[in-house]
Structures are given as C-alpha cells and as structure tokens.
C-alpha cells in the first residue's frame, strides 16, 4: 500500500506500511532540470542531514518523526506518520484555530536552537498539530548544526517571512507569540540578542529602508 | 481585475532607476486591454571592468532624456496632448539617475497640466509581465540587477515568498562578469561563454529556507578563475548552480501556496537556459510557464506606463510637489488596489 499524500518540492510524501506500522515514505527523486552531479549531491547530503538531525531533535525535547528506515539506494526515508493539520491549515481555516499554537512553535523552536541544532526550513507547512497542543515537527532536510547567532537568526527570519507572505493579517499577532515561547525556553539576554540580528538579517533586504 | 468604467487611456511612463533611460507610451482600452504604443530607451554602458557609476548615469540621462521622449512621441504618432497621465519610476534605485526622469515627468506634467504618478519599478516588471503573458494569479519570480526574490500577491500586496540573502543574481553575474574583464551588464555574455561548455565544476550551492545566498558562489567562481580555469566552463557552472538554486525555491513556494502558475521577469528574464530550466521543473509538477517577452524583459518605460495606468485607473493620485523619488521603496509597501 503506497499513497502518495503530497508533492513536496524536493521530495514526494507517501503513506505506506513499513513492518506493519503506518508510516510516512519520503522519497527524494531526481530533478531533471539539475547537472546530474550537483543533484545527487544534494540529496544525499539532505537525506543523510534529515536522517541524523530528525534523531537529535528528539534529543532536544522536540517532537520529531521517529526515524524507522533510511534506503541509500534511492534517497528515501521512512518514518514516524503524524495525523493532524499542518499549522498553515489551521491559520487559514479559522474553526481549527486552537490560541497560543505559536507559542508552542516557538518553545519548540527554543528547544531546537538551545541544543544549536538549526531547523533550516521552518515554515508554517513543516509544523503539525497532532493533537490539542502536542507539535509535531517535521522535514529536516535543511536542517545542520550551528552555536551562530546569525544562523539562528536566519532560522527566525523564514518563519517570519512566511507569516508575513502568507498569513499577512495575522503575522504581527502569531510571531509576538512565537517569540514568548522561544523566550521562555531560550531566557531574556539569549532571545534579545538574537532578535537583534533578526533586524540586521532583515534589513539586507533588497530596498529595506535601514537604520 | 475589477473593471470600472472609463475612456480608453494613455500613459507616458518614463523610466530612469539604472543604467536605462526609457520613454513609452501605453494605453488602456474600454475593456482593460493593455497596449504598448511605442517604447524607447537609451542604455548607460560603462566602460568594461567597471560597473555603474551613478553621476555618470545620471549625465547619460540627462544628455538623451530629451531625444529619448520625442522619439517614443514619434513612433507612436501623438503628441503631449493624446496623454491622459504621467508616470514616472519613483523608486527604487539609484538617486541621481531617479532624479532625471522625475524632473522630466514634473516639467511635463505642470507644463501640460496632466496629472503625475510615482510607480514603483519592481511591481512595474511584475505587472507588465501579466499584461503581456496574461498571467492570473502567479509565482513571480524576479530576477534582475536589483533583485532576485520569488513573489506571491496575498491581502492586496505582492509579498516576499523568498528572497537573496546577499547579492542578485544580476550581480552574481555582473561582478563575475567584471572580474573576467567585460563590460556591464555580462548576463549575455556569460550565457554565450556557458552554452559552449558542459563541463560542470561543483560550486557552493546556498539556500536558507526559501532565501538563496550567491555570494559564495561568487567567491568560488572568481577562484576558478584565477587559478587558470577555463572560462565557458566557469560560466557554465554558475549558471547551472545559481539557476538550481532559483528553480528549486520557486518549486518551493509552488508546493507551499499550491499555486500552478509561474511568472519570470526582470532583465535576467530573458536567459535562454533559466527559461529551459523553468520549464521543465514546472512540466514536473503539471504548472503552466510563463515568461516576459525579451523585448520588455530589460528595464523600459512600458513597465512605468502599466504601473501608472493601472494605478491612475483605481483612483490613485499624486500631489506635483510630492513627486518625490524614494531610493529605497521596497515592493511589498506598495498597495496593489487593482488585484483582489
């Protein structure tokens, strides 16, 4: 049994049966646009990154997929499933709307960063809400190890980004939760300094109006 | 669209952000049917090795502003009488060159007693390229000399999806461009080197999330080239790499908006390979490719006159004395009122 449930833009998502147990397949195919080196390169390294960080998150306290299988021959993994809306579903469908889910984010977040362990890909599709309050992370294939506060404050940065992009009524609101939560596991003097290469991260961009 | 009543319309839009001084007429019929009339433009070249020098851009303008705007009258046949508005391109960009094509469209507007419209450049390569591709509700992907960012419209703005963390890709080639001597813009010149290599040669590859980084990339490539490696494969290589990294975030932000629909503009627009590249990613997923005309892919007045009739059309209005130019005035502060 293999159902493929999404068209990720790196990789397809499929639910299958792995040992009996219901699980997610996550295969990296190949992209025909790219030099046959360069892609190769690129999924193995993000395999191998997804594979080893999914493991160390849950050493941070995070709730990651459980990792069941990595098959080297084709770049796909196998792990843990998570049943519940993404938290993108939720901020666009309102009658799901559970208050503070980001402040949960960013205490995962918090736990993420305080073990320097960098998500690389944190947008509002890579967050579930498997049951009331319990988060569930996913898709580590960005993911890499950093003690930089500049790295962390990129991490951030994207969330904020794609709140802003995407969810532009409710962005001031979810990420002012966001950041009491990633306080409250990170501490005051941690949090402000990262927020304060937050704002130099964000003023590189194109045309910002800076200092 | 929303489509209000109104006479068909006619726009002067001048265009003077970079090394492009442009001139063109545009209109806008009963039915919201866009028209290029006439659109021409003369283009600053620095000399080879170096790159724009803004007071010597802005003395290029001034010098061709006058001779540009008649010319773009006299392709189309009107005088300042037939013009209904006035745009000019308020930002971003450099000062001194923004300054030329204000100057020109405030004489004009108080001279001739026609209302005046700042349009903003950026949304000008985006909007243009829906007129002509008759693209909806796409991924825009924005690659030029001054950006390189993957764009979506959501509540009445268009919005940051991703964006360089450092330079554009128009640098990236530019600069790379200039360190193996040629003149600015090298995007044609590379994509002439590239096509005749297929020897790839692994370089940084960077993305943050939905933010690709080049700088990297160009450190690397000028290595290459001053230990002696060979040019066209070089080239070759910066294009695959930094073109990956572009179609790769653009399927990203497709798979996350569940868009089907992708639009590329700005001057690097008009590469053949990012094209080809573009295409097939898109055929991979079942979305539709569209792509600028490389005739307006480059800076152009057009581009201004789109932005100001779409912009005059919706009721938008412009105090002569607030005409100002704003060298930084990023895309996404720009109220879109005629998309829902």
């Known amino acids: 049994m293999e159902t493929l449930i999404r068209k990720g833009a790196e990789a397809d998502i499929y639910k299958v049966r792995w040992n009996g147990l219901l699980a997610i397949k996550k295969i990296r195919l190949p992209k025909g646009y790219r030099q046959p080196s360069l892609d190769a390169e690129l999924r193995k390294r993000r395999t191998i990154h997804e594979a080893t960080l999914i493991s160390a998150a849950k050493l941070a306290g995070v709730n990651s997929p459980l990792l069941y299988y990595l098959d080297k021959s084709n770049y796909s993994i196998y792990m843990e499933h998570f049943d519940g809306p993404r938290i993108k579903d939720v901020l666009d469908d309102p009658d799901l709307g559970t208050t503070k889910i980001f402040e949960a984010v960013g205490r995962s977040i918090g736990s993420l960063h305080r073990e320097d362990i960098i998500h690389g890909d944190l947008t509002t599709s890579n967050f579930i809400l498997i049951s009331d309050g319990c988060l569930g992370i996913i898709d580590f294939g960005l993911s890499f190890r950093s003690n930089r506060l500049e790295d962390k404050a990129v991490d951030l940065h994207l969330v904020k980004q794609t709140l802003e992009s995407a969810h532009s009524a409710v962005a001031d609101e979810m990420f002012t939760d966001l950041i009491d939560g990633y306080r409250s596991i990170s501490g005051d003097e941690s949090t402000n300094r990262i927020k304060s290469v937050m704002r130099q991260v964000q003023r590189r961009g194109r045309y910002a109006r800076s200092v | ?340």
Request: glycine share 8%.
């Open chain 2, 1 to 340: 669209m929303n489509k209000p009543k109104h006479k068909k319309l006619t726009c002067l839009g001048i265009e003077s952000t970079a090394h492009t001084f442009g001139s063109s007429l545009v209109s806008l019929d009963e039915e919201n049917q866009g028209t290029i009339i006439s659109d021409s433009r003369s283009v600053y070249q620095p000399p080879p090795g170096s790159g724009i020098h803004p007071r010597e851009a802005y003395q290029h303008h001034s010098d061709v502003c006058s001779g540009v705007l008649i010319e773009s009258l006299r392709k189309a046949k009107m005088d300042m009488d037939s013009v209904d508005v006035i745009a000019y391109a308020g930002g971003p960009g450099l000062g001194p060159c923004l300054r030329v094509g204000a100057v020109v469209a405030r004489s004009l507007a108080a001279y001739y007693h026609k209302p005046i419209i700042a349009a903003n450049h950026a949304i000008g390569h985006i909007e243009l390229a829906c007129m002509l591709t008759r693209a909806t509700n796409p991924i825009v992907l924005l690659v030029s000399g001054g950006h390189t960012a993957i764009l979506a419209f959501s509540n009445g703005r268009w919005r940051f999806f991703g964006e360089t963390l450092d330079i554009t890709i128009g640098q990236l080639l530019d600069q790379f461009g200039r360190a193996a001597g040629y003149a600015s813009p090298s995007g044609a010149i590379i994509e002439r080197c590239a096509s005749k290599s297929e020897e790839y040669l692994l370089l940084p590859y960077t993305l943050k999330g939905n933010d690709p980084s080049f700088s990297g990339m160009l450190t690397s490539a000028k290595r290459l080239l001053s230990s002696g490696k060979n040019m066209d494969d070089i080239c070759f290589s910066i294009q695959e790499t930094a073109f990956s990294n572009l179609c790769e975030v653009t399927e990203r932000a497709l798979a996350f908006t569940e868009h089907d629909e992708v639009l590329l503009t700005g001057g690097v627009a008009a590469n053949t390979r990012l094209q080809e590249m573009l295409t097939e990613m898109c055929r991979s997923r079942g979305s539709t490719f569209r792509v600028i005309p490389r005739q307006f892919s480059g800076d152009c007045g057009a581009q201004i006159a789109w932005v100001g009739l779409l912009s005059y059309l919706h009721g938008m209005r412009l105090d002569i004395s607030k005409s100002i130019v704003r060298q930084s005035w990023r895309l996404d502060q720009v109220d879109i009122l005629w998309r829902h």
